[in-house]
């Protein structure tokens, strides 16, 4: 009888230590490597779902997908709608022992033109290998065999951010058939409409607080540092972005005829737009930058980050870097003004000889904490208005056209805000615990990303913190044709959430 009391109580104790034990760092990388054909397959069959968030039925295919995938392992859902744009929630067993830890993934992806793309479409994944400088498609039963670290997966959201989540997921496959339980709880928040800068998450967040109570927020999302090192990102920049539209006559004009006459808009937008920036690639509105200021500690974490000014400009392509910040990193700290379209007239074999009767500007700007969006508009709004332009709504009336030689409409739409995360905090510590299991010292913590992430409404309405898990290539071409994500990368995507899972959170 004592035999058998005794036999159990091992048994007993013996399964808590399983449940609780740490994975080592060989057996986080064998685990992960033995783990990696199935994690492919299931990342193949995420990825041939479409999901532009502006498509109903795009959110309803991914909604059904994620909330199947997340039920599997062991977590309940629930899906929090606001406006009619549902998010999914999901939570797994709660330890009150253990701190919580809750868990962002983007579902949705950039809109694609599947003609520019080198594959028959960006929902049909395509597994490549680099010969020759060029990309070539491979068989998919290539990975029954050794899988080669330098291959890519060729899909929209492979990086941004359909992988990231699975290389999470594929952990947390891991650690069940382990029979050891993450050392946090774990909820999740899966977000629909990321690329739409989430306009309902406030909301969603706001009238469920206490269902998103957590002691950190987890970020699986966001491209690496160029240097491709394993890398924690404490923040990002908001985004705020303006339409601008100047007029001319009231019609496109024939250039043979009023040319020397009539203004043309486009040297009108040229020269407001020149105005705008020096040479140096230095914002000249005033006030833009005001309020950025760095400790001594912030720029040792700056140059704390190995990168090659040199090298990040042949990378791109470019002869010289703009001098707003003394590196790269430096220069994501401060606030951006962008010009990401233009439009007037025609070009190319649909080319005519006319003077345009408007030009349209697209700008982004990028800020920061110390520049919020609010302010960074009026101060754009306010500079074109002492360059002598009128504002009107919409099309000018005729008494405006007559009145006024400078006209411009003005939209603005203010989306993500910046966000920063304490670089030396518990939750910080915690994360660079796992890193340092998997990596030793071979990973990189960044101050501020130059992307937006929709974290704000979390921090600011649960006042707790997010960092954001780097996992895909920099050269991922997200948001744009070929998007793609390593195959190494992913791999040690899988380690990195491996290495976070197993380590406590005290």
Known sequence: MKQAVSALILLFFGSIIH???????????????????????????????????????????????????????????????????PHLFAQGKNDLKKKTILVYMQVDGQPVDSSAWNQESPYIPELMEEINGNWEPINWNFIDGKIDPGWKIFARSASDSKGPTMTFLSALDILQKKGIAPAVNLK????????????????????????????????????????????????ARGIATITLKIFGAKNDLHSGQYGNFAPNPVFAAARLLSAMKDESGKVLIPGFYEGVNFTDADLKAMA??????????????????????ASYQEAMQFPSLNIRGMRAAWVGKEVRTIIPS????????????????????????????????????????????????????????????????????????????????VFGENYIKTRLTGGSQPMAPFINILG?????????????SIHAPNENIRVGNYLEGIQTCLGILSQSFD
């Open 188 to 235: 999740f928040i899966l977000d629909f409409q990321e690329e739409m800068s989430s306009p309902e998450l406030a909301k969603v967040v706001a009238g469920n607080k206490k269902l998103f109570e957590a002691d950190g927020i987890l970020i699986m999302d966001g491209t690496r540092h160029f240097s491709n090192l394993p890398n924690l990102a404490f923040g």
């Open 304 to 325: 704390a980050v190995p990168e090659s000014l040199e090298q990040i400009q042949n990378e791109l392509g470019i002869a010289e870097a703009e001098k707003v910040g």
């Open 19 to 85: 449940v609780n034990a740490q994975l080592s760092k060989s057996e986080i990388i064998e685990a992960s490597a033995l783990q990696l054909r199935s994690s492919l397959l299931e990342l193949k069959e995420y990825l041939s779902l479409p999901n532009n968030g502006k498509v109903a039925s795009d959110i309803q295919l991914n909604l059904d997908w994620t909330k199947s995938a997340l039920e599997k392992r062991g977590f309940k859902t629930q899906i929090l709608t606001s406006n009619g744009v």
């Open 358 to 437: 408007e030009a349209v500007i697209e700008i982004d700007m990028r800020t920061v904490k110390e520049t919020p969006a609010e302010r960074q508009v009026e101060l754009v709004r306010k500079f074109i208005e002492d360059q002598g332009y009128y504002f009107v709504e919409g099309e000018p009336s005729d008494d405006e056209r007559n009145s006024f030689s400078k006209l411009v409409s003005f939209d603005y739409r203010i989306g993500s805000e910046p966000f920063r995360a304490e670089m030396e905090s518990d939750f910080g510590h915690w994360l660079e615990k796992g890193m340092s299991l």
């Open 464 to 476: 707790i913190p997010a960092v954001s898990v780097r996992i895909p290539n920099p050269d991922n």
